[in-house]
C-alpha cells in the first residue's frame, strides 16, 4: 500500500493514507493508530478495533474524496453501502475459506481487484474489475550482474512453504542453501520438529530474519531463489524482491506462480524435485539482466500504479465523478 501511494503522487495524484503514525509516505497521512498492529510489541491489542477507528475517520470524510481504496479485505463493507462504486477494494489474501462465499455474494455491488487470477479461482463468481499485480519502486533493490553460486530461501518456517522441499533440492544440486526466514510462535514446534533436523552439516546456513538491505545483499548474490511453496499463494513478494536483483526464480507450479515467472526466462515452474534439481543447475544460463528488465517491465510500482489508474478510470465511466483525490485504506 505504501509503495502504491507514492507511486500514485509521483505521477501526479493528491493521496490520502490511513495507517498508523509510524508510517513513511508521500501522500497526506492520516494516523488512527501509534504504530502498525505487526510492530507493536503489546501482547493484548485488538486488530478489529483498529480497523473500526479507521473506518470511521474514513466515513467521516468519505466527501473529501473521489476513490476510496481499501486493502483491509471485506469489513468495510456495511459502512459504505450508500457508495460502494466510489470504492474499489484490493484482496490480498487466499479466499478458499468457509463462509467468504457468502459475504461477496451479499455485497456484490462492491468492485474487487485480485492480486493474481489465480486468486480469484474460489470465487469466480464475485464482481472482479481487475487483477493488479504487486509492484515495488525500481531503486527499492539492487541489479546484481552476477551469483555467487548459493540458492536461497527467504520467508517464513511454515509447512505450506516447504523449507524442507528447498533443504533436499539444494543438496541434491550439490548448492550450498541460505536460507533467512521468521520462525512465528504458530511454526515453532515445526521448526524444531521437522525444520532444525536437517541444518545440520556445511550445506545449510540459516541467518534468521533479516531487513531490506541484508536481503538485498541475499537475493543478489543467489544463483536462485528457491519458492517450493505447498499452497495456492495468491501471489509471493520474494518472486519479484528477487527478479529485482536479477535472480531467477525456481517455484512450484501452485497459486499465482505460473503468472509470475516466465519459464525459462526469468525462471522455472517446476512440479517436482527432480525438475527443480535440473533447474538450479540451469539458473546460472539465464540472463539475469532480462530478469531485472522484466521485473521493470511488469511488476514495477509505477506500473502497479498505472494498472490502478485503469481501474479508477473504469469506476469514473460506471458513473463516479473520479478526478485525482484518491484515498488508500
Known amino acids: 500500500v505504501a509503495h502504491l501511494t507514492d507511486a500514485l503522487v509521483d505521477l ?31 501482547a493484548l491489542k485488538s486488530d478489529l478495533a483498529a480497523h473500526l477507528a479507521m473506518l470511521h475517520e474514513v466515513r467521516t470524510r468519505a466527501d473529501e ?27 490480498h489474501g487466499r479466499l478458499d475459506m468457509k463462509d467468504l462465499g457468502d459475504v461477496y455474494r451479499r455485497w456484490m455491488q462492491y468492485p474487487l481487484v485480485s492480486i493474481s487470477e489465480d486468486q480469484r479461482r474460489p470465487l469466480r463468481f464475485a464482481n472482479w474489475v481487475a487483477t493488479v499485480h504487486h509492484g515495488l519502486p525500481s ?25 524442507d522441499r528447498a533443504i533436499n533440492i539444494a543438496r541434491r544440486a550439490g548448492r550450498l542453501l541460505k536460507i533467512a526466514a521468521k520462525v512465528d510462535a504458530a511454526d515453532a514446534t515445526y521448526f ?35 519458492f517450493p511453496i505447498d499452497w495456492p499463494e495468491p501471489f509471493g513478494l520474494v518472486m519479484i ?13 501452485r497459486g499465482s506462480v505460473s503468472e509470475i515467472v516466465d519459464h525459462g526466462v526469468t525462471g522455472f515452474v517446476v512440479r517436482s524435485e527432480e525438475e527443480a534439481v ?9 540472463d539475469r539482466r ?21 481501474s479508477y478510470s473504469r469506476l469514473q465511466h460506471s458513473g463516479v465523478a473520479c478526478g485525482a483525490r484518491l484515498l488508500s485504506a
Open 12 to 42: 501526479g495524484h493528491d493521496v490520502t493514507l490511513f495507517a498508523s503514525a509510524d508510517a513513511r509516505t508521500k501522500g497526506a497521512l492520516v494516523p488512527v493508530r501509534d504504530q502498525a498492529m505487526r510492530l507493536d510489541p503489546c
Open 241 to 253: 524482491e528477487a527478479m529485482a536483483c536479477g535472480t531467477p526464480v525456481i517455484a512450484w507450479d
Open 278 to 286: 535440473a533447474a538450479l543447475r540451469r539458473a546460472d544460463d539465464l
Open 290 to 310: 532480462t530478469v531485472r528488465k522484466t521485473f521493470e517491465r511488469r511488476f514495477s510500482a509505477g506500473v502497479m500504479a498505472q494498472n490502478y489508474l485503469d
Open 139 to 163: 531503486d527499492l533493490y539492487r541489479f546484481s550482474s552476477k551469483s555467487d553460486g548459493y540458492a536461497t530461501f527467504v520467508g517464513r518456517i511454515a509447512p505450506e512453504k516447504r523449507p
Open 65 to 91: 474524496f473521489d476513490v476510496m481504496h481499501f486493502h483491509i479485505d471485506m469489513i468495510h463493507f456495511p459502512f459504505f453501502e450508500h457508495c460502494p462504486l466510489r470504492t474499489l477494494t484490493t484482496l
Open 192 to 226: 524444531r520438529d521437522s525444520i532444525k533436523p536437517m541444518l545440520v552439516g556445511p550445506s545449510t546456513d540459516f541467518v534468521g530474519e533479516i531487513g531490506d538491505a541484508e536481503k538485498n545483499e541475499l537475493l543478489g548474490g543467489a544463483s536462485a531463489l528457491l
